[in-house]
């Protein structure tokens, strides 16, 4: 079976542009997460969607970032406009439904932005 | 509120020597516990979990993890790592619909 799939693996923009993520989540799987990985910060949880619904989105920093799940195989992270703090490795996960399955989270490889 | 602390933020080990990677967490109830690995430009992999039960849980690639409610500790354990296990290893706590990774430890392996 596929993995979690995401576009693009890197993304090269300048300050101001925006910026479109996007992942593909693990088919069967309900629940889908964005998380941002930075040296300073670690590993936060930005967003997540149960059945293609928004259910926590504290974690996005600003009203810069938007996602949205249109469906149950498509999801994207939008960052307009970007800035050089976004830069960072952003990574998509998936899990089934239930609250045991909720937290085995299935990771995307990952898109490494840089914002110059 | 729940946290999780890694204490060590780079261990070192020699091919074939044991290994343990300390993982404490801060929480009123038992949580889920859950160990990650990330190798270098890939995403994270779940190595093992603990739910309920028996508090010695057994993973991938030879990992074990003991949970301590006594020591609110969920330590990773190998007894004798392989060069391939270089990499960073995350600790999280789950807690209903709450998921919190700690900082992460990365683990170097001389041959």
Not at chain 1, 104 to 115: A, I, K
Not at chain 2, 46 to 58: C, I
Not at chain 2, 77 to 97: I, L, M, N
Request: aromatic share 12%; hydrophobic share 35%; glycine share 8%.
């Amino acid at each position: 079976d596929a993995g979690v799939i995401q576009s693009p693996r890197h993304e090269v923009t300048e300050m101001g542009q925006e910026v479109t993520l996007r992942c593909k989540p693990i088919s069967g799987h309900n629940s889908l997460f964005w998380y941002r990985q930075t040296m300073m910060r670690g590993l936060e949880l930005l967003i997540y969607f149960n059945n293609n619904v928004p259910i926590d989105d504290s974690g996005m920093p600003e009203d810069r970032f938007s996602a949205k799940m249109p469906n149950a195989s498509f999801s994207t992270l939008k960052i307009q406009p970007s800035e050089p703090r976004d830069s960072a490795v952003y990574f998509c996960a998936s899990s089934r439904s239930g609250i045991r399955s909720f937290h085995e989270q299935y990771f995307g490889p990952g898109t490494r932005l840089t914002v110059t | 509120a729940q946290s999780v602390t890694q204490p060590d933020i780079h261990i070192t080990v020699s091919e074939g020597a044991s290994l343990e990677l300390r993982c404490n967490y801060s929480y009123g109830a038992t949580p889920y516990l859950f160990w990650y690995v990330q190798s270098p430009g890939q995403g994270l992999q779940l190595l093992l979990k603990y739910f309920s039960g028996d508090t010695l849980v057994q993973g991938i690639k030879g990992f074990e993890a003991e949970f301590k409610r006594s020591q609110s500790s969920f330590n990773l354990r190998k007894p004798s790592v392989h060069w391939s296990d270089a990499a960073e290893y995350f600790c999280a706590v789950g807690t209903d619909y709450k998921y919190i990774f700690g900082t992460g430890t990365r683990l170097k392996v001389l041959a």
